[in-house]
Every structure is written in C-alpha cells, then in structure tokens.
C-alpha cells in the first residue's frame, strides 16, 4: 500500500515504501540581494528562506493519521516526541523527555519531562499533554492509525505531575525508549471530534512544541513553516523553512546548476554523474536506509474475514510467486538500474542496521534462476499454449499488473527488465504507472506492486505494518497494512521481539521475522539504494551526514539538517545549530530539493507514494 515510510515508528516509518521534483523559488536574475537575504514574492528583500522541493504529496498533518514520509518528517519539526537519536550514531538521545527508568518487572516506565519546552502559543508542555496524546490512541480507534501499534500493549498512561509521566505496560514493550510518536498540545487537540476526519490543515498557525511552526498550506503546492523561537534546544536560524511541491527531477537539478537550488537528495544515478562534473556541486552517496522491493498481493481481506480487490488469484500460489521471484536478475537490477549506487537485496532490514540484518542461509535460495523458474511453473502445473503463453489453471494466459509510480524512474526500468524476464517464462506484465497509487492499493486493486519503506533504528515499525492487527477492520478502512499480509507465525514471532529487553536475543527474533517473510514469498527485496544527494559548495558551509561516517543528509531520524541549517552570511554563534555537527549555510535565496525518486514514505513507509 502506499502509505507509506514512518519514517519508522516511525518513519518514517513511515508507514509504508518515492519520487521526482523539481525546485522552486527565484529565478536566477532574482538572487541578486544581500548576503543572507532573499527576495521576497514582492520584490522586496526579506528574511532568510529555505525551500524544500518535495514530489511526494502531504497524505495528512494531523500526526494521528499521516503515514507518508514528507508528512512524518515535517511532524518531526513541530512537534516534539519522547526521545531522540543523536545524529552522529542513532543511539537513543533526550527529546521532550530529559531521562526515564523501569522498573523491576519492566512493566512501569517512568519518564522525566523537561521543563523548559514550551508550546508555540505560550503554554508550557508537561507530561499531561504526553498522557493525553498515547491514551486519546488507546481509547479511539480512529487516533491510532499512523502509531497505534505502540500503544496497543500499553495499560495505563498517567501524569501524576507536570514533569512526571508514567506508563504501564500489559506487559515488557522493547520500543520505550524509540516512541516515535509526535505528543500533541491537549489544550488544543481536546477539542477534535472525530479523529478520522480531521486533517489538522484549516488553522494557522498549528501549535506545536518542535524546532519549527507550521503556518501556511496548500494541498499539492506548499507547506511554510517558521522558527519555533521558544524552542528547548535553540531556534532554527533561517526565517522561513518552505516544502514546495514539485514533480519534475530534472527540472531540479537544472536549478541546481543554476545556484537556484541548494540541495537535491534522491538523484538518478544519470543525474549524479553529470553533478560530479559541476564546479561548486557536491555529491553524496552513501548506504541508505531504504529498501525497494516488489510486493505480491496476497489476497487484501479485512479483520472481519471479508476479502476485497481484484488481485490476480494466481499470485496466491506459492509456486507462481517462487518462480517469478527466480526470474528476477538482482545484480543487472543494481548494475544497469541504479548503475552501482545501491546493494543487492536480501532481508528486509537494509545492511545499514548491521544487527538485524538477515540473508538467506544459501545464496542460490532465491539467486537468478530462470531456468529453474520455468520448471517450477511447469512442475505446479503452468504449462504453455502454442504460441507460447503460460496458462493459469483456468485456462487463461497468466498476466499480470504491477503499480508503478510514474515520478520514479526506477520503476519504469525496473517493470521493463520485469517484462522481459517474465516474459520469457510465457507470463504476461503491464505495468500501471500511476502519479499516485494510493487509491488502487488501499482498495487492493493490483497484482504486485513496487513498494520500499525507510528503515528507523528500530525496526518496529516496519515489522508491525505486515502484522494481522494492522488491516483494516472492514473493506471500506484503510489500516495501517502496508500489504494485507496476515500469517500466524509472523505475528507470534513480532509479539515475541516486542516483548524482549535482551539486544541479542531480539536481534535474532527481528531475523526470524524476515527469514518468514521471505518464505512466504510476498515481498521480494530487489535492492537498497544508496542515499545519492548533491548540494552546492558556494551555498552550504558545512553539513554533516547521519550517522556522521558515510551517512545521508536527507530523510534524516530527528529534525538535525533543518533545525541547524544556517544561512552562509550569517555569523555562527555558541549556541546554534552548530551543537549537532549539521550546518548548512546558504546566500541569497535557497532552495532545497528533496524528493526526487523517493517513495512511500514515510517516516514510515515508502511503499507506494512514499512511504517513509
């Protein structure tokens, strides 16, 4: 599905599997303002902006609901959560808590929240709005379904005083301290009536506790944002932090060249190589900490046993899954497709998290095999017509749809090796290119789909989206699914890891979940993509990856690049946004691109629009 991406718990994550753009703001005749300045839409010189050009569109900002990655990552800068992860590693660092403990039994978590976290309309923040938040998810359905499965075990949520916040648990919850869920302002959010049918998008400016303000938005154009100044940690230092929308990747990149655009993640490796060239542009490519797959329809049901959709019931045969998986050539996938700039897939956690990264115990288990693939098909019972078509056991030529999202070129490439490798197994393959597969996906109208999420530092998130508890509780829902998977052993193993404080022993738990999901043969991990990004020299100071050894810049856990950017004329002082090893200095006007190929998306989940 295409909901991509929490970042994960997100994330980003979200909830589920990215895409193009192109930037936006001034026209290169227009820079010519003041160091530090930008020319405001008036022609006037105004304050410091940076501009964010995103391709993904904003599902939601009410935090209980959003899902996609853009969305998430801009929860991330207005409201606070629980904890943090430090930039420089993603060990698990202070956000609106200060310090926590358990107790013995590991049932009763008690956090410490800080004092000097003030709301952006004045109020201060204490842990009744934490309190409020998780039990508003406990007791409403419709508030838990961007983050509900990190409440789902919780007992009772407490404040028992402005800085005291105390959780119990049914029982140990291994996630207590990676609760990626944004607290809102209950003075605020007490007044909603109905959870599933408030976007948070009518009244500006929006209250929030985070780095930054929401203050402006349009559906599918732009979403403005100003410094938070009562921030903990310390303002932002431009004036303005805009995320405009935007489709076309080149276009970006052209901006780029221009001085027009200050940074542009998700390049097409084309586009990388020809940036490398460039005076004044620097290309980052690191490890990300995507993966991008292909995802099988299982059959999409909902909790109350009614099945809905129209996938292709072939699929639903281990044996045709097994083949079409065989018949699919990882290594041209990365050489040809992404031209070296990513891994070939394995697991579904990416490499990037060494301890819960899990492969197949023998290599040629799911290896390139289209000889082998042909007898699989054959062996179940798949044999072809004369004129060479592989029939189903109706009778009927085996075809097959496949979701595509028409920004991703990956995709596009991608579905045409498809094409060619099935179709010498006699399999037909149309690929449906779609500017958003939301909609088909969350009705289960396909037969696969590309689908990839962002993976947080704890996987949580991106294991819980394939659990039976998160599809919808009727065909008319949307869930919290990224596939409509729904198999008992997963489901026993994820309770299992959840429940289990011993690192190593929940590591091997987290591989056992993957080690299932790759046996049941609906979701095919094809590749991580390394994080490939380009920013300009004469605009950007310094900036500093996450993790600080061979990381990316955007799509960051946490707030960092944006939060510590600083604008190139402007004086660093003691106490900016220097603190996190993130500085981003821009003249003139800035604009950043970020989007380009990018899926689902969200904090979560990139799946299908982008997930994070």
Known sequence: MVMVTKVPPRPAPARRALRLLLAGGLAAGSLVVAPGTVQAEDGKSGGTTLTVAVSQSIDSLSPFLAQKLTSTSIHRLAYEYLTNYDPKDAHTIPGLATAWTSSADKLTWTYTIRKDSTWSDGQQATAEDAAWTFNKMMTDPNAATANGSFTANFAQVTAPDPQTLVIRLKKPQATMTALDVPIVPKHVWEKVTDFSKFNNDKQFPIVGNGPFVITDFKVDQYIKLKPNKKFWRGAPKFDELVFKYYKDGDAAVAALQKGEVSFVPNLTPAQAAALKTQKDIKVNDAPGRRFYALATN???????????????????????????????????????????????????????????????????ERAYDPVRAEKVLDTAGYRKDAAGKRLGKDGRPLEFRILCHATDPNDKAVGKYLQEWWGKLGIGLKVECLDSVSDPWVKGDYDLAFDGWSVNPDPDYVLSIHTCGTLPATPKDSGATDNFICDKQFDGLYAQQAVEYDAAKRADLVKRMQSRLYDTGYMNVMAYPNALEAYRTDQIRSITTMPEAAGNLWGQDGYWSWWSAVPAAQAEDSDGGSSTGVIVGIVAAVVVVVGVGAFLGMRRRSTADDRE
């Open 298 to 364: 299982p059959g999409a049901k909902a909790q109350d046993g009614k099945a809905f959709g129209n996938g292709n019931k072939a699929l639903l045969d281990p044996e045709v899954r097994k083949a079409l998986f065989l018949a699919v050539d990882r290594t041209t996938l990365v050489d040809k497709v992404f031209q070296g700039h990513a891994v070939e897939g394995e697991g579904y956690i990416p490499p990037r998290f060494g301890s819960y990264f899990w492969k197949p115990e023998t290599a040629q």
